[in-house]
Structures are given as structure tokens and as C-alpha cells.
């Protein structure tokens, strides 16, 4: 038993000092940029040693593809919440995309996944971060989309996936740039209902 609570105890610090590093480094990133954040300050930011930086992360990097996994579940679990499975297609399309762009107006997010996070991981690690939260809420509904009939079959998933992802991202900077949020969530609605086909839209409508 003893055993067992020293476990979890050991455990519970391990995820507290990682919790730490993470929050002050994404403190530090948005606000300074990942160029002029020294690890020195990340480490007193957070309030432990630099021996527990290099334990939980291998470098600076590491530690920044952390904070951006981190802040890609979340933008993931805000969609999923906004659009439950009783939606319609279109509702839950529509619906997580509003979601999206209000929780990438988090201060810094928008900074993090899709300036930041490209410039210092690379595209390809981002779009496979991506792939592993939002990304994959959008795939699964642009799958189901095309086996109720309700998207063209003979459009490609990866082909939509990625041209509604540059979309709801390319709306995302515009926003931050002081674009109006409403004017481009009613474009991204626009583009939703253009890809569905009509009974959908019919369908929708008379619901």
C-alpha cells in the first residue's frame, strides 16, 4: 500500500513539474517568441531547476512541441464540445468551425500553431500535431459526410481535410489581425454549405 501512494505521489510531482515547465514556456513563447527565450528563464518562470527542465524535455524544442500539443488538444476538445454527435453534419461543421475560431482567439494560440509552430517545428511536424487533434475531428466528420451521401464521394478526404483546415486557419489570422470574427465565420459557413450536397442542405433546412 505504502509502495502504491509513493507511485502516485512521485507520479503527481512528475506531472506537476512537467505542468509547470509547460505553462511558463508558453507564457515566455507568446509572449517574447521561441528565438528569445532563453531556457534560464523558462526554468525560473516555472520555479524549478534546470536539471528538472532537461528530465522532462531534451532541449528548448522539445519543450515548444509540448506547449504547442498541448494547446492543439485543446483547441481539439473546444470543437468536439461545441458539435455532439446529434448534430447534423452541416450543424456540427458549422459549429465546430465557430468553436475553432473563438478558441484560437485564446491570446498567443494563433501565434503558437500557426506562425510559431511551423517557423520551429516544420510543417510536416505541425500538420502531424494537427492530425492527432483537431485535424482528426475534421477528417471524421468529412468521412461520415461521404458515406451518409452527404458529401460527394468523389472528392478526396485528405483533398476537403486540407483545404478546410487553410480555410479555418487563414480566418484565424485574419481575426488576430483585427479582421471582423463574424464576417469570416459567416464565409467558412458559406463554404460548409457549398460543399454539402443539395438534400443535405434540404434536409437542414427543413430540421
Do not use: W
Request: proline residues 3%; neutral net charge.
Amino acid at each position: 500500500m505504502q509502495e502504491k501512494i509513493e507511485r502516485r505521489s512521485n507520479r503527481e510531482r512528475t506531472e506537476q513539474t512537467r505542468g509547470q515547465l509547460i505553462a511558463a514556456a508558453r507564457h515566455l513563447f507568446t509572449a517574447k517568441g521561441y528565438a528569445d527565450t532563453a531556457t534560464p528563464e523558462i526554468v525560473e518562470a516555472a520555479g524549478v531547476t534546470r536539471g528538472a527542465l532537461y528530465h522532462h524535455f531534451e532541449d528548448k524544442k522539445a519543450l515548444f512541441r509540448a506547449v504547442c500539443e498541448q494547446e492543439a488538444q485543446l483547441v481539439a476538445e473546444a470543437i468536439e464540445q461545441a458539435a455532439p454527435e446529434n448534430l447534423s453534419l452541416r450543424d456540427a461543421l458549422i459549429q465546430g468551425g465557430d468553436a475553432f475560431l473563438r478558441v484560437m482567439a485564446a491570446p498567443g494560440r494563433t501565434r503558437l500553431l500557426l506562425l510559431d509552430g511551423p517557423a520551429v517545428l516544420g510543417r510536416a511536424e505541425m500538420d502531424e500535431i494537427d492530425a492527432r487533434h483537431s485535424g482528426r475531428t475534421l477528417r471524421a466528420g468529412i468521412a461520415y459526410g461521404i458515406r451518409e451521401k452527404a458529401i460527394s464521394p468523389n472528392l478526396s478526404i485528405d483533398a476537403i481535410a486540407a483545404l478546410l483546415s487553410a480555410a479555418f486557419d487563414r480566418a484565424a489570422l485574419a481575426i488576430e489581425a483585427g479582421g471582423s470574427a463574424a464576417d469570416y465565420a459567416q464565409a467558412l459557413a458559406a463554404l460548409i454549405e457549398g460543399l454539402l450536397l443539395p438534400a443535405s442542405r434540404r434536409g437542414a433546412a427543413a430540421s
